[in-house]
């Protein structure tokens, strides 16, 4: 598309000529827009000199809009509209600072949200992320004073304003060292007899060793050699450190899994009825949540 700029009139002119087409007076838009009378005047002549049109038809009380001018009037007011428009939501983007209340467990923003974040920080600037920490909720309800939560619960929690992010899948891992050093036969009965890392309090809602045995038709036999820990953030640490064998959600480590820095010593079990979901709170007022929903549903990987 080609464009005769030397055609375009400047912001100024269109501003002058559309005050004193509304007001039908030179005298009238000078005084709103604190400049003379002659500065208009002035302005609406060069105008209709660059559109080789008569404007406006000049009276003794003030100025009539020609048929030529009311088209332009037209045009002029819907390109103004669109400056004024644009302007406004460049200075908002820029100049609005909107404070998103994020809830999240200590393991999805080591794991996943924390090394991704970046991202949605960079295309939303104006969205600053306030990151709150809650290892044990597991449903939603009304005014809990979040904008937006990630937690871990059954399937049947999805509905319009929960989204369900991926299915619970979990599998035994353990350093390669530990791997070479410990584990000379890898059958599951030797595995559950090597040193192991667990929670010093598993939550019920959460699948531990019990269940997961249970899962792969093994009977839950598990030794005294317990590395006993906080939260599951340290089970992986130790794990990488030659502590022992670690039940982990398979998200945890998947890096840590591709650089070898950990072994996967079964098949990763996937929990049907269990997943992690993200929910929005007022989602039809805070457009500023839903921004960071949309983005967290297409970051999610294809399993």
Not at 259 to 266: D, N, P, R
């Amino acid at each position: 598309m080609s464009i005769n700029r030397k055609m375009i009139p400047t912001t100024g002119c269109l501003i002058m000529f559309e005050s004193a087409a509304r007001l039908g007076s030179f005298a009238s838009a000078s005084e709103e827009l604190f400049i003379s009378t002659a500065a208009v005047s002035k302005q609406v002549k060069q105008l209709e000199d660059l559109l080789q049109v008569k404007l406006f038809n000049r009276t003794r009380t003030g100025v009539i809009v020609t048929k030529e001018g009311e088209e332009y009037l037209a045009v002029t007011r819907q390109a103004l509209d669109i400056l004024d428009k644009g302007s406004k939501k460049i200075s908002n983007e820029e100049s609005s600072t909107v404070v998103l209340n994020v809830e999240v467990g200590l393991c999805f923003l080591h794991f996943w949200l924390l090394p991704k974040l970046d991202d949605f920080r960079h295309h939303h600037p104006h969205i600053q992320i306030n990151l709150i920490v809650n290892n044990e909720r597991s449903q939603v309800v009304d005014d809990e004073g979040f904008d937006v939560a990630f937690f871990y619960s059954n399937v049947g929690t999805s509905n319009r304003d929960n989204y369900l992010l991926f299915h619970d899948r979990v599998l035994l891992v353990a350093s390669p060292n530990f791997v070479e050093t410990r584990l000379i036969n890898k059958d599951m009965r030797s595995i559950l007899q090597q040193w192991k890392i667990m929670l010093k309090e598993e939550l019920p809602m959460w699948e531990g060793w019990e269940s997961f045995c249970c899962r792969l038709g093994i009977k839950y036999d598990i030794s005294d050699n317990i590395l006993f820990v906080e939260d599951q953030v340290a089970v992986i640490q130790a794990a990488l450190n030659d502590g022992g064998v670690a039940l982990v959600t398979e998200w945890h480590v998947k890096d840590a899994l591709k650089s070898g820095q950990l072994v996967a010593l079964t098949p990763t079990v996937e929990y049907e009825d269990k997943a992690y979901f993200i929910s929005i709170e007022n989602p039809s007022e805070n457009e500023a949540a839903r921004l960071l929903v949309d983005w967290v549903t297409s970051q999610i990987e294809p399993v």
